[in-house]
């Protein structure tokens, strides 16, 4: 029963999404899209995560991937679709050769790098200006399908999607087992026959190549690049605090935390023009505070131990 | 029966001509609520709306102000346009700030084409991004290029005016982000144009250095080595474009390293809150659409300037606060001199109207490079002196004397 109502909601849930911009209204619509993009990017962090890496570089591949949809659109006449594409593709190429540098180091040595490693593809950008347009940015003339809200909201769903879909396949799959022991001893992984090195690069060039689709589509919704707002810590933090918020080291943790910060922070923005951003960060403090596993993690935890109290009673 | 029947129309129809002309305009507005100037302009926008439903409003209707927060946040900027246009409802658009909020709004500003009234947003890449077939936009604020020929005009009229002034060589230290390189690239491309002999900065410009810093407020503050190499330089006129938290410091290390150029002038896009109290703040020029002391020229200014007061119990602080004044009655009188809500009408009677504003100038619009519709042209040459911000140019809004050269305050 069980195996069959869970690919049961999950479809309605997904025809339910395809469908809802022929029932809700383009601010909503807008509202989803910017949630989507965040839980992508959160999801990809959590991704990392579970392999033991704590990564800084989100807002560093976001803003490469968006930079190179704009470049090849503009200079090269690529189709916005195709540009995305491309971005994916040149990210996760960056990941790869960066990866044989980075992820040899561990703990705060690796997030620190992969900070610098945001600040570096900054500067780099704002130092090319005849490519990048510079510390102004670029603009295009035209937003991907000339700003239709339905089509820019099935796009971005579609990555979200695939992101939830990649999130699970890494947790239904042996890759789950792997990234787990890397996670938690990796000299009993290593012992135990794990590519240590082969899955960490794996897991690396996946979510940076996610992160910079998710930034290659934020552009060109939006029709322009700069390095401030493209390479903003905005892109790092709120993942970051999304992850967290729902629940570390799984795929539902990240969506819920998406959802719920994202529907609070306009929500609270409307009934509180004044003071609701430290409503927001305080109710993110709270949440971290008294339920370190996130939302979901907190919630599942007590099922189980209600499920083992139920079965222990009836036994 | 059928005598019943007409009264209950007639009554029906009177009911809902009173409801219709007691509907309000609405108007949206998204501005930055956690930062000074969208706050200040906010509170300006919203003694505008009051003064003019006091006064019975416009054709006959309220105005109602629906303000959205848009955290300096595009995508959220972006959301707030969409949430005015389907949700509010709202006839105009209005505010704004920071340019990388407003290149998000502006592919959802041309899905709507709702006239538009923009304050914000300097970054020649809006105006790009705009492109030149938005009439229904209107911009307020001067774009980047033109602040920089502004000056320009500026200068060189002080120069005539003040026959002990000598610009020659100018030197522009500017902070290493967008802010302060946007600012060098324009200042170079004024250089090229004036080494041709075009351009404002043509008849006094002969020599041109910059040299970058890092700003305090992005973990910077120390200037010495770019205070140095501008000593070496010995500028005429020596500018720096960096943020708030360099104010002092700057004037501070300059006294420090023993270098006194005859003008010291800042550009940051906002000052520190306390600056005019400061002894080294007397005699550094900063530039400004707006100083509280073009209330003794201006009636408009002081009238707004006490309104204000009078309204917040606070002294308006930035020049977005007359700005965001100015955003809704500009608007107003354009509705005023079309005398419906017609949009071509609207459009036309806004690129007619001469609004005369508490900036001190006439409001008047004009083309720019793209658009067809921008206001202001340039920004004003201020002073601090004994603690007050006092106007040097335009020479004909001036407050006081140009007090030249520039020597470090005790």
């Given at each position: 029963m069980k195996k069959t109502i869970f690919p049961i909601i999950t479809i309605l849930a997904i025809v339910l999404l395809i469908f809802l911009p022929y029932f809700i209204g383009a601010y909503l619509l807008h509202v989803l899209m910017t949630i989507f993009i965040y839980m992508t990017l959160a999801l990809s962090w959590d991704m990392m995560l579970r392999t033991g890496q704590l990564s800084f570089g989100v807002a560093g591949f976001f803003g490469v991937g968006a930079y190179a949809s704009i470049i090849t659109c503009s200079r090269f006449g690529f189709n916005p679709l195709v540009s995305i594409l491309f971005a994916g593709f040149f990210v996760?190429?960056?990941?790869?050769?960066?990866?044989?540098?980075?992820?040899?180091?561990?703990?705060?040595?690796f997030s620190i790098t992969t900070l610098a490693i945001t600040m570096v593809f900054s500067v780099i950008i704002r130092n090319i200006p005849k490519l990048t347009g510079g510390a102004s940015g670029k603009v295009i003339p035209n937003v991907i399908f000339n700003g239709d809200s339905a089509k820019t909201y099935w796009l971005i769903l579609s990555l979200a999607l695939i992101t939830i879909l990649i999130s699970e396949m890494f947790n239904r799959t042996k890759i789950h087992f792997a990234i787990n022991s890397i996670r938690n001893d990796e000299i009993i992984a290593r012992s135990s026959g794990i590519n240590i090195f082969g899955y960490l690069l794996f897991v690396f060039i996946?979510?940076?190549?996610?992160?910079?689709?998710?930034?290659?589509?934020?552009?060109?919704?939006?029709?322009?690049?700069?390095?401030?707002?493209?390479f903003s810590l905005d892109f790092l933090l709120l993942p970051m605090a999304m992850a967290l918020v729902g629940g570390i080291y799984s795929t539902w943790g990240s969506v819920i935390g998406a959802l719920v910060l994202g529907f609070a922070s306009e929500y609270l923005k409307l009934i509180m023009p004044y003071g609701h951003l430290i409503i927001y960060g305080i109710m993110i403090v709270l949440i971290i505070l008294f339920l370190p596993k996130g939302i979901y993690g907190t919630t599942k935890d007590k099922i189980i131990t209600h499920k083992i109290e139920k079965k222990s009673l009836s036994e | 029966?059928?005598?019943?029947?007409?009264?209950?129309?007639?009554?029906?129809?009177?009911?809902?001509?009173?409801?219709?002309?007691?509907?309000?305009?609405?108007?949206?507005?998204?501005?930055?609520?956690?930062?000074?100037?969208?706050?200040?302009?906010?509170?300006?926008?919203?003694?505008?709306?009051?003064?003019?439903?006091?006064?019975?409003?416009?054709?006959?209707?309220?105005?109602?102000?629906?303000?959205?927060?848009?955290?300096?946040?595009?995508?959220?900027?972006?959301?707030a346009i969409e949430r005015l246009a389907t949700v509010e409802n709202v006839d105009f658009f209005v505010g704004g700030m920071g340019s990388g909020v407003?290149?998000?709004?502006?592919?959802?500003?041309?899905?709507?084409?709702?006239?538009?009234?923009?304050?914000?947003?300097?970054?020649?890449?809006?105006?790009?991004?705009?492109?030149?077939?938005?009439?229904?936009?209107?911009?307020?604020?001067?774009?980047?290029?033109?602040q920089g020929e502004g000056y320009g005009v500026g200068w060189t009229e002080i120069v005539h005016a003040y026959p002990n002034v000598k610009i020659e060589k100018v030197f522009l230290a500017y902070e290493e982000g967008a802010f302060g390189t946007d600012s060098y690239t324009s200042y170079i491309d004024l250089y090229e144009a004036a080494k041709r002999?075009?351009?404002?900065?043509?008849?006094?410009?002969?020599?041109?250095?910059?040299?970058?810093?890092?700003?305090?407020?992005?973990?910077?503050?120390?200037?010495?080595?770019?205070?140095?190499?501008?000593?070496?330089?010995?500028?005429?006129l020596f500018i720096w474009a960096g943020y708030d938290a360099d104010a002092i410091p700057i004037v501070a290390q300059a006294k420090e390293v023993n270098f006194q150029?005859?003008?010291?002038?800042?550009?940051?896009?906002?000052?520190?809150?306390?600056?005019?109290?400061?002894?080294?703040?007397?005699?550094?020029?900063?530039?400004?659409?707006?100083?509280?002391?073009?209330?003794?020229?201006?009636?408009?200014?002081k009238h707004f300037y006490d309104a204000y007061v009078e309204m917040w119990k606070e002294e308006p602080a930035t020049y977005f606060a007359p700005l965001g004044y100015t955003n809704i009655y500009f608007l107003v009188e354009g509705i005023k001199k079309a005398g419906s809500l017609d949009k071509n009408a609207i459009i036309e009677a806004l690129r007619t109207i001469e609004y005369e504003s508490p900036l001190g100038e006439v409001l008047k619009i004009e083309p720019s490079r793209i658009i067809k519709n921008q206001g202001f042209k340039y920004q004003k040459i201020l002073q601090w002196q004994k603690g007050r911000?006092?106007?040097?140019?335009?020479?004909?809004?001036?407050?006081?004397?140009?007090?030249y050269p520039f020597k470090f305050g005790k």
């Open positions: 996760a190429l960056i990941a790869l050769g960066l990866g044989f540098a980075v992820l040899k180091l561990r703990d705060i040595y996946i979510s940076s190549a996610l992160q910079g689709i998710a930034g290659a589509i934020y552009t060109q919704q939006y029709g322009f690049v700069s390095p401030e707002t493209t | 029966m059928k005598r019943i029947f007409l009264v209950m129309m007639s009554l029906l129809m009177v009911f809902s001509c009173a409801l219709a002309a007691e509907k309000p305009i609405k108007i949206g507005a998204v501005n930055p609520l956690g930062d000074i100037t969208g706050d200040q302009a906010t509170k300006a926008m919203k003694l505008a709306v009051k003064e003019i439903n006091d006064a019975g409003g416009v054709l006959g209707r309220p105005i109602e102000l629906i303000v959205i927060d848009d955290e300096m946040n595009p995508a959220k900027g972006a959301a407003h290149l998000a709004q502006v592919p959802i500003l041309k899905k709507y084409q709702k006239i538009t009234v923009w304050i914000g947003a300097a970054s020649h890449q809006a105006e790009i991004a705009m492109g030149p077939d938005a009439d229904w936009y209107f911009h307020l604020h001067p774009w980047d290029y033109q002999g075009e351009g404002s900065w043509k008849e006094i410009l002969k020599e041109f250095k910059g040299a970058s810093f890092k700003s305090a407020s992005l973990g910077g503050g120390d200037y010495r080595a770019m205070l140095n190499q501008a000593k070496a330089f010995n500028p005429d150029p005859p003008l010291f002038v800042g550009a940051p896009p906002g000052w520190p809150a306390d600056f005019g109290k400061n002894p080294l703040s007397e005699n550094v020029i900063l530039y400004g659409m707006w100083a509280p002391t073009l209330n003794e020229v201006s009636p408009v200014a911000q006092e106007v040097i140019w335009p020479l004909e809004l001036a407050t006081t004397q140009l007090v």
